[in-house]
Nanobody, 121 residues
Framework: QVQLVESGGGLVQAGGSLRLSCAASGSIFSINSMGWYRQAPGKQRELVATITSGGNTNYADSVKGRFTISRENAKKTVFLQMNSLKPEDTAVYYC???????????????WGQGTQVTVSS
């Protein structure tokens, strides 16, 4: 079983910064990519950023230039540095891992429990 534990959320004023962390543990054979999604009240969950094991990144247009995703492969950890935060960034942020729990298993996606980010104006 794969577990993802997020940390680093909180309340910040507009223009401020936060750094989210997500550590994966459990039965993990291989990791393809890790990333972050977010869901604001009344809205669908949306992609924020992803990073492959090789370090290739992808960002939502709304966060480009403000957010940076990074990872430590050895520690199975992914980070999201969020700068110049805006009230519209307020959401629950979810960590996601795409990988295999066994060498013979199909790739699956695994999700954390989410961490609240609130940006006040």
């Amino acid at each position: 079983q794969v577990q993802l534990v997020e940390s680093g959320g909180g309340l910040v004023q507009a223009g401020g910064s936060l750094r989210l962390s997500c550590a994966a543990s459990g039965s993990i054979f291989s990791i393809n990519s890790m990333g972050w999604y977010r869901q604001a009240p009344g809205k669908q969950r949306e992609l924020v950023a992803t990073i492959t094991s090789g370090g290739n990144t992808n960002y939502a247009d709304s966060v480009k230039g403000r957010f940076t995703i990074s990872r430590e492969n050895a520690k199975k950890t992914v980070f999201l540095q969020m700068n110049s935060l805006k009230p519209e960034d307020t959401a629950v942020y979810y960590c996601v891992l795409w990988g295999r729990s066994r060498s013979y298993a199909a790739e699956n996606d695994y999700w954390g429990q989410g961490t609240q980010v609130t940006v006040s104006s």
